[in-house]
């Protein structure tokens, strides 16, 4: 058994969802940090298991409460181990579900939304004290407020351990939550109206990545291209030029950002395309659907005409710029032809990913009161036949890469002993014959094969000695 540190608790953090979710995830460790708990990768050690949840996917308060549930026995474990478990359960469905988790759930010690991390520590040392009270009276710490204050300026810098796990490439969150309300979603419920952190914030966190090995950098955001963060003399600055600003950093070698709104594609950004090779070719911009009767129904607020316009000025901007996206089948009233005007677009688009999903109802969303709801089997049918065409796109995409050579980021070991993985600038994994040596910078690699999910290549240029 390992010995257990005085003063050294274990902290393991399940993470469901989005990448916010893992940045969220990383900062809580970052809060607790200084508290004496340490990440550990294996949940039977652990002394506070926080569940950072994700309310998008269907059923997903159900999924939280049969986890909670096996949460209960593993606490039961470790008490007759004479350890104990405390319980948190944070991110969307805490936020969406707050008191009703402590009701139905009394193992859980504290519930809490996306705007209460940095009080983790409060609520810990809370929910401790109360620990020693009788079960009749034990109530969870819920914290489900949006606070006035920003909780990113009140959340530690990275710490040490935090920092070396995130490796050569990491997420920043420069903004959170949504003001679209498009009529399926829960987010703009769950994360609230959109908020940017200050530019300041932004570039020191960036440095800070930076200075601990990180090559590559994807901003994050609900709406990410809706950034409007502020200026140290109170100018709003959005995506596109912070994207200039990011590119002065010294040893920043790449950015992305995701998720992205068409109707946010600002003239802006689209010239920070052009101008800045540090801006990855490859972005996520969703559009659900290629109708325009389906776009107005899920009040998307751009038609399909507007969206291909979109993707033309981008690619002009870009000519390689690769492209995923976002789809939803059988939202309420969708008819055959609706849903052909979706395979038109993505045949007239050509993605290189793309994630899709059959319709369903949240509760509390406009899409919910909705009527025509599709059938169940009208819906497996068309989400089979979107995803055949989007699987034959990113198989022509991949083959299309073979013969090129392209900058690899060489992050990791291969999964052969004198192989080793990166990823290309549209996103896609590539594996090739290579000494360890290379992992931690870009090098010139030749696509010579295409595997499942993944690039085949060789390296082009050798390493300078
Ligand atoms: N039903 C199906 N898919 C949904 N998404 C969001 N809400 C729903 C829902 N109610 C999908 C959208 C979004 C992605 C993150 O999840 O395509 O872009
Ligand atoms: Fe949800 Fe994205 Fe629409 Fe905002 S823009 S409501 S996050 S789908």
Do not use: W
């Not at 979603?185 to 090995?213: D, I, K």
């Amino acid at each position: 058994m390992t010995e257990i540190i005085a003063n050294t608790k274990k902290l393991f953090i399940k993470t469901y969802g989005c990448q916010m979710n893992v940045y969220d995830s990383d900062r809580m460790a970052d809060a607790l940090a200084p508290h004496g708990y340490e990440p550990t990768g294996d949940i039977m050690n652990a002394d506070l298991v926080l569940l950072n949840t994700c309310h998008i996917r269907e059923k997903a308060s159900e999924k939280v409460f049969s986890e909670l549930g096996r949460m209960q026995e593993l606490q039961n474990l470790r008490r007759a181990a004479g350890a104990d478990l405390m319980i948190g359960v944070a991110g969307c469905v805490a936020q969406a579900e707050g008191e009703e988790i402590a009701r139905r759930a009394p193992v859980v010690d504290m519930v809490f939304g996306p705007q209460s991390y940095h009080r983790l520590p409060e609520m810990l040392s809370e929910a401790t004290s109360r620990r020693s009270l009788h079960p009749s009276q034990k109530r969870a710490v819920v914290d489900t407020d949006y606070p006035e204050e920003d909780k990113f300026e009140h959340l530690p810098a990275a710490s040490k351990e935090v920092t070396i796990k995130r490796g050569l490439t990491a997420f920043l969150t420069v903004q959170e939550g949504c003001d679209k309300f498009c009529s399926f979603c829960v987010v703009p419920y769950t994360r609230g109206s959109e908020v940017s952190r200050p530019v300041n914030q932004v570039l020191t966190e960036a440095r800070n990545l930076v200075a601990a090995g990180v090559k590559e950098i994807t901003l994050l955001g609900q709406n990410v291209n809706a950034y409007h963060g502020l200026d140290a003399t109170g100018r709003t600055v959005g995506l596109g030029e912070l994207a200039f600003l990011l590119a002065d950093i010294a040893g920043l070698e790449r950015v992305r950002y995701t998720t992205s709104h068409p109707r946010d594609m600002d003239d802006a950004l689209i010239a920070a395309h052009r101008d800045l090779d540090i801006l990855m070719p490859y972005l996520h911009l969703p559009v659900q659907s290629g109708s325009d009767t389906m776009l107005k129904a899920m009040n998307r607020r751009h038609t399909a005409a507007e969206y291909l316009r979109t993707i033309e000025r981008i690619k002009t901007a870009r000519p390689d710029m690769a492209l995923s996206g976002d789809f939803i089948v059988g939202f309420p009233g969708e008819t055959d032809q609706d849903f052909e005007a979706t395979l038109s677009i993505i045949r007239e688009v050509g993605y290189a990913s793309a994630y899709s999903f059959k319709y369903s109802t949240r509760p509390g969303t406009p899409g919910a009161n909705l009527g025509g709801q599709i059938a169940e089997e009208v819906k497996t049918e068309r989400l089979h036949r979107l995803q055949d065409l989007v699987n034959a796109q990113t198989t022509a995409f991949h083959a299309a890469c073979v013969g090129k050579t392209m900058p690899v980021l060489i992050e990791r070991p291969g999964r052969m002993p004198g192989q080793v993985g990166g990823r290309s600038p549209y996103l896609q994994a590539v594996h090739l014959d290579g000494s360890p040596d290379l992992i931690g910078a870009i090098h010139q690699v030749e696509i010579v094969g295409t595997s499942t999910n993944s690039l085949v290549g060789r390296l082009k240029v050798a390493q300078a000695a």
